[in-house]
């Protein structure tokens, strides 16, 4: 009655490009939009970076100072990020590329401060390793008491013994690892019998069971792109595009 899947981008096109008779719900985003009848779900950088940039301009906090790694997932973030607060009303107002060995961006960051737009907070997408360094740095700057958010990228290669410069940051988490969504036993007790669900598993594993219930209430909601349920991984919506929406929660290190 329905097909779930597939989950790399280049199956889904592959997919997009066949007329089927079945409802989809796709595991990715594909180049184009999903047929009438069909959805589309994914755990995406682009959503990451806008709802980081919606997060801000909610405060009020509509000039950003950017600080990035060159990789894929972090400027597809960036560029989602940068859209977002546009419609917002706001603004980058600086964007440090990182890569490779740090230098000492110290004083780079305390001239923001005097700029003709001077930021208000600081987004970043970088992984853990490199975060550390760039806090430290802009705790020296001028820039120290500003509000930081990220992506989900900062939680790769945390420590939670080396982490302590990262307090404060923000970061989007799925609900069920902050113990905030029902459906699935707390994942601490689920990983113990099941090892699919454990360490970089989890966020698959949530997915997964994501997937499952959106094929569960499908019919309700990609006719009322209004109505939303709790998934394990955020909020879901379906979009009129076919796309699903996913709002997640928020967590502080």
Aim: avoid cysteine.
């Amino acid at each position: 009655q329905m097909i779930v899947g597939p989950l790399t981008r280049e199956e889904v096109n592959a997919v997009l490009e066949q007329s089927g008779a079945l409802p989809m719900i796709l595991l990715n985003r594909g180049a184009k939009a999903p047929t009438a009848g069909s959805a589309s779900f994914a755990l995406l950088p682009e959503d990451e970076g806008a709802d980081a940039a919606n997060r801000l301009a909610d405060r009020g906090l509509k000039q950003v100072l950017v600080v990035s790694s060159r990789t894929d997932a972090a400027q597809r973030s960036v560029t989602a990020f940068a859209d977002a607060l546009k419609k917002r009303g706001g603004a980058i107002v600086g964007d440090v590329p990182v890569s490779g060995e740090i230098p000492d961006l110290s004083q780079q960051f305390s001239g923001f401060k005097s700029a003709a737009a001077p930021p208000q907070a600081v987004f970043l997408a970088l992984d853990a390793g490199q975060a550390r360094t760039i806090v430290t740095q802009l705790k020296l700057s001028s820039l120290g008491a500003l509000p930081r958010i990220a992506t989900a990228q900062i939680l790769t290669g945390a420590n939670a013994k080396s982490d302590l410069e990262l307090d404060g940051i923000e970061y989007p988490e799925l609900p069920w690892l902050l113990g905030q969504a029902g459906g699935l036993p707390e994942a601490g007790a689920l990983a113990k019998s099941l090892p699919g669900a454990r360490g970089g598993g989890q966020r698959l594993f949530a997915f997964g069971f994501d997937a499952w219930k959106l094929a569960a209430y499908f019919e309700r909601l990609y006719n009322d792109p209004s109505y939303s349920i709790p998934g394990v991984t955020g909020e879901l919506q379906i979009a009129i595009s076919g796309s699903v929406r996913r709002s997640p929660s928020w967590a502080v290190f």
